[in-house]
Structure formats: structure tokens, C-alpha cells
């Protein structure tokens, strides 16, 4: 069974810093991985999605890297600002060939940025 | 073009009650999914909908019904509420765009409480 870790699972920085938030899955046979953002009360936005296939992707100050063979992946946030305070979710998509089964998800890490 | 609604937005079930949740996408997708969001437990898969007139158990789909009534609409029924299934429900969907890469939307989440 698939099995989604995300650390820390919490975390509160300065506004400016750089940071990153890691996810490790136990089963290499993924198709591929998102990054969600969750704020409270709201449902989820899609941030980064990583293909088997690929390493990373970048969009804005975000950058998440693959490393499917150890079963990794990191989010990058560069330059945080408040308006990052969000739950961020990790969640990777088995391999089934028609690509339609559900996605696994971590239990998320809380990240505060402080003015 | 409304994205993934749900309906209702809040709602609160003695035991033993049964209701329906409502799900519908206006983005002509092709897969449709139910998860919940338990604190401590992240998003679990409870039923999907590969394609209109199919649906398939996901990870805890104890105490639970579905219904693809058409390629817009998936609903998730309750027919004995119990406390256990107080949680946020979600509901999502997929296009497959190319063979590596789907667009994946969430609805805004129903808050359940069974009393």
C-alpha cells in the first residue's frame, strides 16, 4: 500500500527565506506527483505536477523536484511572502495505465510565513 | 464556467440519517472522485468514476454510495450517517490533456457533522 510522508509538519519562518518542504512515497510505481496548496476552510489548488518521467517543474518563485527511484520529492519556495501561509499537500498518482485512479496524499505541512 | 461545484456547503446529520451529497463539473472531464479530509488522516479516496457509467472503490468506501448520473455529475450518498463519517468531503475531477498530463480541479468541500 501506498504510503505518503510529508515533513515537517509544521512550519514558521520569516518572510524572505527560502524554503523547503519534503515528501517521500514508499511505492516507486507512481505516475506521477502534485503539489497541492489547501488555505483553511477552502478546497485544494493545484500548485506543480511532476510526470513519472520528469525531474522537476518550476512555476513562479516554486520549484518541485522528483527523485522517483528514492522515492522524493521537495517544493521549493523562494523569497516567502504571508501570502504563502497555506497547508501544503504532497500527493502522488499510482501507475495503472489508464491513468484515472485516485491520488495518495501526505497529511500535509503548515507553513506560516511572519511579516 | 463554475469549475467543481458541491452542494451543500455545511451540513449536520443525527445518527442513522441518510443524505446525498451533489457533485458536478462544468469542464467536460472525464473522471470524477469523492475523498475526505479527516485531521491527522489528509485526503483519502472513498469512490472514483474512471469514465460515465463506471465507478470503482477507493481506499474507505465503507458506509458509502455513489452515482455517475452523467459525465457532469457524481454524487456520494450516505444511507446510515454514523459519528465516524463526520469529516470535509471533496469532490474532484480530471482531463487527461496528453498521455502524461492531466488537469486536476477540487471542489470547494462539503463540512459534515453527524451527531
Known amino acids: 500500500k501506498q504510503e505518503v510522508t510529508q515533513i515537517p509538519a509544521a512550519l514558521s519562518v520569516p518572510e524572505g527565506e527560502n524554503l523547503v518542504l519534503n515528501c517521500s512515497f514508499t511505492?516507486?510505481?507512481?505516475?506521477?506527483l502534485q503539489w497541492f496548496r489547501q488555505d483553511p476552510g477552502k478546497g485544494l489548488t493545484s500548485l506543480l505536477l511532476?510526470?513519472?518521467?520528469?525531474r522537476e517543474q518550476t512555476s513562479g518563485r516554486l520549484n518541485a523536484s522528483l527523485d522517483k527511484s528514492s522515492g522524493r520529492s521537495t517544493l521549493y519556495i523562494a523569497a516567502s511572502q504571508p501570502g504563502d501561509s497555506a497547508t501544503y499537500l504532497c500527493?502522488?498518482?499510482?501507475?495503472?495505465?489508464?491513468?484515472?485512479?485516485?491520488?495518495?496524499f501526505g497529511k500535509g505541512t503548515h507553513l506560516i510565513i511572519q511579516p | 464556467n463554475a469549475g467543481v461545484t458541491q452542494t451543500p456547503k455545511f451540513q449536520v446529520l443525527k445518527t442513522g440519517q441518510s443524505m446525498t451529497l451533489q457533485c458536478a463539473q462544468d469542464?467536460?472531464?472525464?473522471?470524477m472522485y469523492w475523498y475526505r479530509q479527516d485531521p491527522g488522516m489528509g485526503l483519502r479516496l472513498i469512490y472514483y468514476?474512471?469514465?460515465?457509467?463506471?465507478?470503482d472503490k477507493g481506499e474507505v468506501p465503507n458506509g458509502y454510495n455513489v452515482s455517475r448520473l452523467n459525465k457532469r455529475e457524481f454524487s456520494l450518498r450516505l444511507e446510515s450517517a454514523a459519528p465516524s463519517q463526520t469529516s470535509v468531503y471533496f469532490c474532484?475531477?480530471?482531463?487527461?490533456?496528453?498521455?502524461?498530463?492531466?488537469?486536476?480541479?477540487f471542489g470547494p468541500g462539503t463540512r459534515l457533522t453527524v451527531t
Open positions: 500527493a502522488v498518482r499510482k501507475y495503472s495505465g489508464g491513468g484515472a485512479d485516485g491520488l495518495t
Open positions: 511505492d516507486s510505481a507512481i505516475y506521477n
Open positions: 511532476i510526470q513519472s518521467s520528469q
Open positions: 469542464m467536460n472531464h472525464n473522471s
Open positions: 468514476s474512471a469514465s460515465e457509467g463506471t465507478t
Open positions: 474532484a475531477s480530471i482531463l487527461r490533456v496528453r498521455t502524461e498530463s492531466y488537469e486536476q480541479y
